[in-house]
């Protein structure tokens, strides 16, 4: 079994993480970062009238938003952010099954990161701990001027 490698360029806690996202869509959807690993970043998101659709499920544009948050919060802290910055170029999400209430898991982890690219996979589940969509986000990584 291989070692997991800490993937975390910058100094990263969740405290910094929220100030980052404050007045943002981040922060009207009600996301938060909830838990730091070596190789993962977690962040939930409520299931209510900011984030159904019609039906009374969730809308699959707010899984997306809710994959790229947590993606895009991750790569930025996979690079030195006096010299770089990440955002999104891609995004891909598959759609598993469907939630109506309570909160959705969003766990990001690196499928490859690069000088220019990131590649990361976002798998997000529901209270039951049931699959509810995969995500692979593709991040540019810009140098700053």
């Known amino acids: 079994m291989s070692e997991i490698k800490k993937i975390w360029k910058m100094p990263i806690d969740l405290e910094s993480m929220q100030a980052r996202n404050a007045n943002t869509m981040v922060t009207h959807l ?34 997306c938003v809710l994959a790229e948050s947590v993606g895009s919060t ?12 990440c955002v999104g170029l891609d995004i891909n999400t598959n759609h598993i099954s469907s939630v109506r209430e309570g909160y959705v898991y969003a766990t990001a982890k690196p499928f490859h990161l690069g000088k220019t690219t990131q590649v990361w996979s976002i798998e997000i589940h529901d209270d039951k701990e049931k699959l509810v969509s995969v995500t692979r986000l593709t991040m540019a990584v810009i140098q700053r001027s």
């Not at 991750?74 to 910055?85: F, I």
């Open 74 to 85: 991750a790569g930025n802290y996979c690079v030195d952010q006096t010299k770089y910055y």
């Open 30 to 63: 009600g996301i938060e970062m909830i838990e730091i690993g070596d190789d993962f970043l977690k962040a939930k998101m409520p299931v209510d009238e900011r984030t159904r659709q019609p039906l009374g499920i969730m809308n699959g544009g707010a899984s």
